[in-house]
């Protein structure tokens, strides 16, 4: 126990120190891509969009959100991105943010969680989920990720999403580390970060929600994962499981000191 | 989710805290809440089943190895490397070398059994994701080491000379089950876990070793 936590602080500290890497050639194309559009990447369509729903009446109880407590008490929504998934109280569960939205939605204004976790990704109430998502990620846009890890339930979610981050299965063996466990790798052209330790401003977790200019789609954090998942070859994870949450509490912590660029704008 | 099992869940959850109270539970229940918590996430899709997350020892070991973040013993290496030799097939017609053409389309491909391929879908090999091998193909990937020449590099002018049977054996058993050389190697057991078949990997040891392969120019 005791060498555990000397590791995670060692960990914690070399992450604080953490590596900023330049940009490297093989996507220079693709990052000046992004940078012309960065002026007017369509995620701030979304914003709008999000921020609008969060002020909305909406839902069986026609209330906003606007008493949606995710973290920091009822109605902050500034900084809150910058420290999911935490632990909460009320659910006795840790929550992403997307998560924490759905309770919100489920007991602010009575919609039904189990339905909208059923949901495909960009259809009905998901979309609700996706513009709030990006627009309290951009409440938080340049902040740094400082996760909590207090609780015990944090602390286990984190060594949870670590051991799922490393989790061969599936016909190819594949797990989160055989593309994202080293250094200056790339899947054909496209560069892979290493995601076990903190990557870099704006980059891995600290850059979704993101617009993906490939499909037209904004994608969460919630499809991201999945979208690995099914890449990986591993079955489908439910929205807002815990083993998401669970990883995405290992990439956020171990994002910590990262500036966010979220909504994102990729390829 | 259904209920009952996120109810379960939960319950297991706090069972872990009862236990290690304040303090971060022990490293055997952490494995045991993430077994539940992969349980209770996971559904099948498509054409993929939550069976296949039940994978075999030689993945339990190398995860555990990789969460630990230290390399396996030798004689653990030794063993799991031993028993996947065993499983390899090798061509039922001692015939290893296929088209190198056909080889290269495979290599190309990156596709197959995730959820949104049907069970129709031709499984790809992969290769290019992860290596170089025709130099004129410039959209690859370097998690693996590259293969541009390499029957050339390894002195593969006839592959159908006595000389070169232990290099047309060895390419066929890691394209079949690279664990059998590499514990824990990050490459996929292309034969062992069916991704492709005896004719397909015919086809990807001529991509590697005809003398006449783009790879080999």
Redesign the interface.
């Known amino acids: 126990?005791n060498r555990?936590?000397a590791s995670a602080l060692t960990m914690a500290a070399c992450m604080v120190f953490g590596f900023a890497h330049a940009q490297k050639t093989s996507v220079q194309s693709i990052e000046e891509y992004r940078a012309m559009l960065q002026d007017g990447n369509p995620a701030e369509l979304f914003e709008a969009k999000g921020e609008d729903l969060w002020k909305q009446q909406r839902g069986p109880k026609k209330t906003s959100l606007e008493r949606c407590d995710l973290g920091k008490g009822p109605g902050v929504f500034k900084g809150v991105f910058l420290e999911l998934p935490r632990y909460f109280a009320d659910t006795?569960?840790v929550q992403d943010m997307e998560s924490r939205l759905l309770t919100c939605m489920e007991v602010l204004q009575g919609f039904n969680a189990?339905e909208i976790?059923k949901t495909p990704f960009g259809k009905g109430e998901q979309n609700t989920i996706t513009a709030l998502a990006t627009w309290l990620a951009g409440e938080s846009k340049d902040g740094k990720f400082n996760l909590p890890q207090q609780h015990?339930?944090e602390?286990?979610f984190y060594?949870?999403g670590?051991?799922?981050f490393?989790?061969?299965?599936?016909?190819?063996?594949?797990?989160c580390?055989?593309?994202h466990?080293?250094d200056?790798?790339?899947?054909?052209?496209q560069d892979?970060p290493n995601l076990t330790k903190n990557p870099g401003d704006g980059i891995g977790f600290a850059a979704w929600p993101a617009y993906r200019v490939s499909n037209g789609q904004m994608w969460g954090m919630q499809q991201r994962l999945n979208d690995c998942y099914?890449?990986q070859?591993?079955?489908?994870?439910?929205f807002g499981?815990?083993?998401?949450i669970?990883l995405g509490t290992y990439l956020g912590v171990n994002s910590k000191g990262a500036a966010s660029i979220a909504p994102a704008i990729k390829r | 989710?259904k209920?009952q099992s996120k109810a379960l869940?939960?319950a297991s959850?706090?069972a872990?805290?009862v236990v290690?109270c304040?303090?971060?539970?022990?490293s055997a229940d952490?494995?045991k809440?993430?077994a539940d918590?992969?349980k209770?996430?996971?559904?099948?899709?498509g054409i993929?089943?939550?069976a296949?997350?039940?994978?075999d020892e030689?993945?339990r070991v190398?995860?555990a190895a990789?969460?630990a973040g230290k390399p396996l013993d030798s004689a653990t290496a030794k063993a799991i490397e031993a028993a996947n030799l065993k499983s390899i097939k090798w061509p039922s017609d001692g015939k290893f070398l296929g088209d190198w053409k056909e080889g290269e389309k495979l290599a190309q491909s990156g596709r197959g059994?995730?959820?949104?391929d049907d069970a129709k879908t031709p499984n790809g090999a992969?290769c290019?994701?992860?290596h170089q091998l025709d130099k004129k193909e410039?959209?690859?990937?370097?998690?693996g080491p590259s293969l541009y020449n390499y029957g050339k590099l390894r002195g593969v002018t006839d592959p159908g000379s006595p000389e070169a049977k232990a290099m047309l054996e060895y390419t066929w058993g890691k394209v079949w089950n690279s664990?059998a050389y590499n514990a824990c190697s990050?490459m996929?057991?292309a034969g062992h876990?069916?991704?492709l078949n005896e004719g397909q990997i015919r086809h990807i040891v001529a991509l590697l070793l005809d003398p006449q392969s783009p790879v080999n120019q």
């Open positions: 126990m555990q936590l006795n569960r189990a976790a015990p339930q602390k286990a060594e949870v670590k051991r799922l490393f989790q061969r299965a599936g016909p190819h063996d594949f797990s580390a055989s593309c466990g080293q200056n790798t790339r899947i054909r052209l892979l099914r890449q070859r591993f079955p489908y994870p439910g499981s815990d083993a998401t669970a | 989710m209920f869940l939960l959850v706090s872990v805290f290690g304040a303090s971060l539970p022990g952490l494995d809440l993430t918590i992969v209770a996430s996971f559904r099948d899709e993929v089943k939550v296949v997350l039940d994978t030689t993945n190398c995860s990789d969460v059994l995730t959820w949104t992969n290019y994701n992860c410039i959209s690859f990937g370097t998690i664990k990050n996929p057991r876990m069916g991704i």
